[in-house]
């Protein structure tokens, strides 16, 4: 009976995600696909560096990212650097962060300062992040973790 338990506490604990997903496209400033991009994706907290090389199409993906603040970084011969700041990534969020390469130098850098969108549009998932704040102050009846689960958008 011990081993079943402890096998069910196994099962739920493998389906909690504490990461996402960070992916996009590298173009240049014809709306070209940047096949062959060095694309560096940097935890501003940490100082963890993912690297990666987007695709023949210009697609990059870095899957499994702790959630945090990033920055990410783009380069390719002949074009100047192209660099996005100001990236949030929630629990189990698909951030979409697109670069667009200029023609130039690569001792030239694009800073890009921003927030990826918090839209997925590459799935229907809908989902929230409930903050430590919001579980303290709200009233819930009895503290039931359900309840929280109306402050999403969608769910009835």
Request: aromatic fraction near 6%; charge should be neutral.
């Amino acid at each position: 009976m011990f081993r079943l338990v402890l096998l069910f506490a196994c099962l739920l604990a493998y389906g909690q995600q504490s990461t996402g997903v960070i992916t996009g496209h590298v173009t240049d400033s014809q709306d070209a696909a940047g096949p062959g991009a060095k694309v560096e994706v940097f935890h501003v907290e940490t100082g963890a560096t993912f690297r990666t090389e987007s695709n023949g199409q210009g697609i990059y993906n870095a899957p499994g990212m702790a959630v945090g603040r990033y920055e990410v970084r783009a380069e390719r011969a002949g074009f100047k650097r192209a660099v996005r700041s100001g990236i949030t990534l929630q629990v189990n969020q698909t951030a979409q962060v697109n670069l667009v390469l200029q023609v130039g130098q690569l001792a030239e850098t694009i800073e890009v300062k921003g927030e990826a969108s918090l839209v997925d549009t590459g799935s229907a998932t809908v989902g929230t992040v409930i903050d430590n704040h919001q579980v303290q102050s709200l009233p819930l009846n009895g503290r039931g973790a359900l309840a929280l689960s109306l402050l999403t958008p969608g769910v009835l």
